[in-house]
């Protein structure tokens, strides 16, 4: 007969203390150990999501947890994904499908009627699992959201799952982190933790001791370990755009990659397999800073609001310096909401991403773009007209765009159709596809298109490395088998 699966749940005392890196550690840990461990997180919300092997989306976290444990990314690891917007909210995506947009007001009378749905999409995962680790959301301590709560507690006990509380002491303040979310929690939450982790200490961990003696005290919950800050975490891709705060410029390199940071930033992600490359400089342009004239390649990232980031991308004046980089030679690639920024115009006469209407683009591409109701979430591979590397990603997008330069296209599908649109010159080019810099050959061809060396960086090879080593840190400052005693 077989071993009924075992869950544990990992919440945090706050957001960004790092619950998706110890998940997807310990997800490699447990796999190495020859168990079946599936990741969950009954909902997120970013704007860095993955396209998943059953055709839908979920949070970036989730796809690389299920990277960790060495099986196919699924729509009932993250049920639903909150992928906020401009002044409509966030669009609400459920098993990997948008389902509509609410308003932070309007989403708190759903959440009832979804934790059937969570529910069920866990029970999918733990039929062939031995064990579920599941991340909590945001702070367990936000008791002003507990009602009808489908992320942390409320969650936590509707599935009878154990939680492990996560705190940071990198960000300072740790021992009342833990006790001050001991002390709002309702006595029958409290009772459902069965003890905390403490991330990111750096230094002589004998100089906290009475601080974990004191947390231990107060909240009346064991340690389960103090565990070192990892310091190869930014190699693994990130989910919140907080992230990028600790990411802003990658130095060392001579060639320089700029890159404005829209509000809406999503996909993200594509960033990552350049930030590694030793030849290049990767910049965060934030608002209010010019884009560098001394730029080799600025490249528009994905946005969760073309029409919202174009107006303020021209409110920074980053219309006039893009502008200027082209008249000097300079290179520019769009990708999926920079493809659209790229051209004419964008319009969206259904309203999908606010009020109907219509903007005027950057005008450095020859098309215009529709915004559409249907979403495009599919995996890709082909081969890129230039140069006929070939390439794997993905295409999550909005919107067709049509015009003469497409005639020109970036990629070909291995199905035949095209993607993409490059200027008459070639400076300028832009595609709808994700992902394309992890292939490591597709990622040498757009180095050399604007001139920039290309490393032996083997993109693939290094997130698993970093997982091991990851799994391997892990295991040294957590007693693994005891925190298995404590799944259920």
Request: charged content about 20%; hydrophobic content about 40%.
């Amino acid at each position: 007969m077989p071993t009924p699966c075992r869950t544990l749940m990992f919440q945090g005392t706050g957001s960004d203390v790092g619950k998706s890196l110890i998940v997807a550690g310990l997800c490699r840990a447990l796999s190495n150990r020859g168990m079946r461990v599936r990741p969950f997180k009954p909902q997120n919300m970013s704007n860095n999501a993955a396209v998943t092997a059953d055709g839908g989306e979920i949070g970036r976290a989730q796809a690389l947890q299920a990277r960790a444990c060495r099986v196919p990314a699924s729509v009932h690891m993250n049920p639903v994904l909150l992928k906020p917007q401009s002044d409509i909210g966030a669009q609400v995506v459920v098993r990997g499908q948008v389902t509509g947009n609410a308003t932070a007001r309007d989403y708190q009378s759903m959440k009832a009627a979804l934790l059937p749905t969570i529910l069920a999409s866990f029970k999918h995962l733990t039929a062939d699992a031995d064990i579920v680790l599941i991340e909590g959301a945001g702070s367990a301590a936000e008791i002003n959201l507990r009602d009808n709560d489908i992320a942390n507690m409320g969650f936590a006990r509707a599935a009878g799952t154990p939680v492990i509380l996560i705190g940071d002491i990198d960000r300072g303040g740790v021992i009342a982190q833990i006790v001050g979310t001991r002390a709002v929690l309702d006595p029958a939450d409290a009772a459902l933790v069965s003890g905390f982790l403490i991330n990111r200490f750096r230094g002589d961990p004998a100089l906290f001791r009475s601080g974990m003696d004191f947390i231990v005290e107060r909240s009346g919950w064991p340690s389960l370990g103090l565990i070192r800050y990892f310091r190869d975490a930014g190699r693994l891709p990130a989910e919140d755009a907080v992230a990028l705060d600790r990411r802003q410029t990658q130095s060392g390199g001579t060639v320089t990659v700029a890159v404005p940071r829209l509000a809406h930033i999503a996909n993200f992600d594509d960033l990552d397999p350049l930030r590694l490359e030793p030849s290049l400089r990767v910049a965060m342009i934030e608002p209010g800073q010019p884009i560098p004239g001394d730029a080799d390649l600025v490249i528009l990232p994905g946005s969760k609001a073309t029409i919202a980031d174009l107006e303020d991308f021209r409110r920074n004046g980053w219309d006039i310096d893009l502008r200027a980089h082209v008249r000097r030679g300079g290179r520019v690639l769009g990708i999926c909401g920079g493809f659209q920024m790229l051209g004419h115009l964008v319009a969206d006469p259904d309203g999908i991403e606010g009020h109907p209407g219509s903007t005027p683009g950057l005008g450095l591409l020859d098309v215009h773009t529709i915004l559409t109701k249907a979403k495009t979430l599919q995996e890709v591979s082909g081969t890129s007209f230039a140069g006929e590397a070939p390439f794997r990603g993905y295409e999550m997008h909005i919107g067709r765009t049509e015009g003469p330069d497409c005639q020109r296209p970036m990629l070909r599908f291995a199905d035949g159709r095209t993607d993409g649109a490059m200027s008459a010159d070639g400076r300028v080019r832009a595609t709808y596809v994700h992902g394309l810099f992890a292939d490591d050959a597709q990622r040498a061809a757009l180095l050399s298109w604007f001139g920039a060396p290309s490393g032996a960086l083997s993109y693939e090879a290094e997130i698993d490395r970093v997982l091991d080593e990851l799994a391997v840190h892990l295991a040294h400052d957590i007693d693994l088998d005891h925190l298995l005693s404590l799944a259920r």
